[in-house]
């Protein structure tokens, strides 16, 4: 069994709830303070040993491309002007050793679709998807626990967090099965964005997998599922009948990035952990709620 050494970001979405932001920008290159949110996925997929970044991308996403390429005329002027450590950062945002691959999802036919576009780069390896709107922050990331999780016992695995049960209709929901002592949970299925009533648990799964390549030949099966298009979870859900499938628990904070308030959130609570914004932001924080309170 090799390692795992390929990353797919789905970077297609059209992010219709950030407009007017969105009309000319990805959605995906939206800040968080003065990093864009793909980035986070993407350091997230590096400090996990990913050295091939294969991103799917769709109408209107050339920049995307752009922010991972070089650009050496920026790298030359911050140079001219002695700015090495702005250069070096600009550098260094796909680190020596790491390459990036492009791939086009010429209609917006699904998640799932989206993941099969991407089937000629990975060919026959297992590889891990990253949902770049679920931003992870904390010690230990998601993407490392599943590449370790995938390297004790070579299948597919889903990470996975509770979430209040009246939220199920967000998220692909677990059936799950037994968890084993190294806190590894069968899953028995997942059903996609299911109604209150019809959930399963109130486990659901969140932007980070790690595939086999038969996760391809299942989604080429596949019929159109919710909302006319090709579901990845619908994928998975086969797997998981057959017995192919388990789950761990995220081990890190999960913002959504793609509903305005959780990209509130994010933004808050990366300005608290730094150390250059904390104490003024606290009390610009401070003073405004004083201010409400009257
Ligand atoms: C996608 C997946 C869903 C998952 C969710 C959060 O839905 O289809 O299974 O729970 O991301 O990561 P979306 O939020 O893109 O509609």
Known sequence: MSKITKAVFPVAGSGTRFLPATKAMPKELLPIIDKPIVQYAVEEAVAAGIT?????????????????????????????????ELRDMVRNIVPEGVSCIFVRQPEPLGLGHAVLCAAPAVGDNAFVVLLADDLMQGTELPTEALVRAYAKKPQTVL?????????????GILKPGATDSDGLISVEGI??????????????????????????????????????EIQLADAI?????????AAITNPSRRYDCGDKFGYLTAIVDVALADAEYRDRFLDLLRDRIAQTAH
């Open 52 to 84: 091939e970044l294969i991103f799917v991308t769709g109408r209107n996403k050339r920049a995307v491309g752009d922010h991972f390429d070089a650009n050496l005329e920026l790298e030359a002027q911050l140079m001219a002007k002695g700015k090495t």
């Open 159 to 171: 990470s996975v967090s509770e979430v209040d049960p009246k939220d199920t209709s967000k998220y």
């Open 191 to 228: 059903i996609e964005k299911p109604a209150v009533d019809k959930a399963p648990s109130n486990l659901a799964s969140f932007g980070r997998y790690v595939f086999t390549p038969e996760i391809f030949d299942v989604l080429r099966g596949l019929k159109p599922g919710a909302g006319g």
């Open 237 to 245: 859900d086969q797997l998981a009948q057959a017995g192919k499938v």
